[in-house]
């Protein structure tokens, strides 16, 4: 035979946690079995862990609507309207009209009726580049973004954003 070494015998038992969130990780990472005695071990091997970019938006409120100034956090990647209506900010501007039909009425994130318009004061780097059509429905207006077309942390970056909410009412 030859030899006469000793061989281990190794067991694993693997788990895959890529592409989870946090939560779903740790419920992975203690579905392992548990150990057999004091000896045994668990290796832990990361190829990457990246935390997702924050960004700061700071809203300002016109005075006319009471709304004490506030500032909110969204993830890189975000849509800041829906960002903002999640979280509670009275965004819908009632004194805006529809591009399409100058009326009245909210088109529901389509990006017609411009009542989630805000101005923003700093920070548009972070904001995704306007599309053509929101460029020229906002032509008289260059500060301005439609919150329903504009995803925040462009590039994957973090930073601050502050925005007027409901700029016709300045």
Request: net charge neutral; with cysteine.
């Amino acid at each position: 035979m030859g030899g006469g070494g000793v061989a281990e015998e190794t067991e694993s038992a693997n788990v895959r946690t890529e592409c989870l969130g946090y939560d779903a990780t740790v419920d992975a990472v203690l579905s392992l079995p548990p150990a057999d005695s004091s000896d045994e071990y668990y290796r832990l091997s990361l190829k990457r862990l990246r935390r997702k970019p924050v960004v700061k938006i700071n809203l300002r409120y016109p005075p006319s609507q009471n709304e004490p100034d506030e500032t909110i956090e969204l993830f890189a990647g975000e849509n800041l309207r829906l960002g903002m209506l999640v979280r509670g900010v009275k965004l819908n501007d009632p004194l805006a009209k529809r591009f399409d039909t100058k009326s009245e009425g909210n088109c529901g994130a389509g990006g017609l009726c411009r009542t989630c318009a805000v101005s923003v004061l700093r920070g548009g780097e972070l904001l995704s580049p306007q599309k053509t059509a929101e460029a020229q429905m906002l032509g008289d207006e260059p500060r301005w973004r439609l919150a329903c077309k504009a995803f925040v942390g462009y590039g994957m970056t973090e930073g601050e954003v502050t925005v007027a909410v409901n700029p016709r009412q300045w």
